[in-house]
């Protein structure tokens, strides 16, 4: 209960923060202050009622993916639940979390590995990491072999995070704003420009972020003659949104 209690100040702050990432990414930079707060007077009538209307149902997520990760297992993944925007319409957020995963992973892993390479490792599918870990602790290797094998695959390959799937999300409702306000206006809203400093951590490789859209990782050499640590594709047809969904956030 302590711990739901003090997670509401950091889901809070985490939707502020992605509200003022939408707003800049939908090409209005100058309506953000540096604290983060956004000045709906630099808006016209039309981008901000098209920034509103977006902005809740990302919210939404945002709030729920903040909940995932600050509360751990004690906060359950339900495809049924159900929330109702100030508009009227029920959405289900974690169904379409969900579904927004499974397809984010899946346009990733058609990137170019070097494209998508992160602190020195490279992008894993769940179905990927999942199948190989089975491998690894159903092979006729020790236990001490095994766990070598299964650092070996965690020092090597990285899965999608939560700010992953959040950073993807902004990208992804900033676009539809951007967009629809293109559509109404018949202008389009000038590109956010970075700072000098945020574009030279960009160029980081290790720092670079997951975009939304990396393939299979190459394979690894093998810890050990006993337990084989190559990264293979998954035996079976992919794996289903409820189970990525699982995987991430429990």
């Not at 000098?196 to 975009?211: C, M, R």
Request: no cysteine; proline share 4%.
């Amino acid at each position: 209960e302590r711990r739901t209690h003090d997670q509401v100040p950091k889901t809070e702050k985490a939707i502020y923060n992605a509200i003022a990432d939408l707003v800049s990414e939908s090409g209005f930079k100058d309506a953000v202050s540096k604290d983060g707060a956004v000045d709906a007077e630099k808006l016209d009538e039309v981008s901000r009622d098209v920034l509103l209307e977006v902005a809740e149902p990302l919210s939404i997520m945002v709030a729920e993916l903040s909940r995932f990760e600050g509360l751990g297992g004690q906060y359950k993944h339900n495809p049924n639940l159900s929330v109702k925007t100030t508009q009227g319409v029920h959405i289900l957020p974690h169904k379409m979390l969900a579904e927004f995963t499974a397809v984010l992973e899946s346009e990733i892993a058609q990137l170019p590995p070097e494209q998508t390479a992160r602190s020195g490792k490279r992008f894993a599918t769940y179905a990927q990491l999942s199948d190989q870990e089975s491998t690894i602790l159903n092979s006729k290797g020790t236990d001490s072999q095994k766990a070598a094998a299964l650092e070996k695959l965690s020092n090597n390959y990285y899965t999608l995070n939560y700010a992953d799937v959040k950073s993807a999300l902004i990208a992804d409702y900033s676009g539809r704003a951007k967009a629809k306000i293109a559509r109404f206006t018949g202008k389009t809203p000038k590109a956010s420009v970075p700072d000098k400093t945020q574009d030279a951590a960009a160029s980081k490789e290790d720092e670079k972020p997951v975009s939304r859209t990396q393939t299979k990782a190459p394979s690894v050499s093998s810890s050990s003659e006993v337990v084989d640590t190559s990264l293979k594709a998954p035996q079976k047809d992919g794996i289903s949104k409820e189970t990525v969904a699982t995987r991430l956030w429990g």
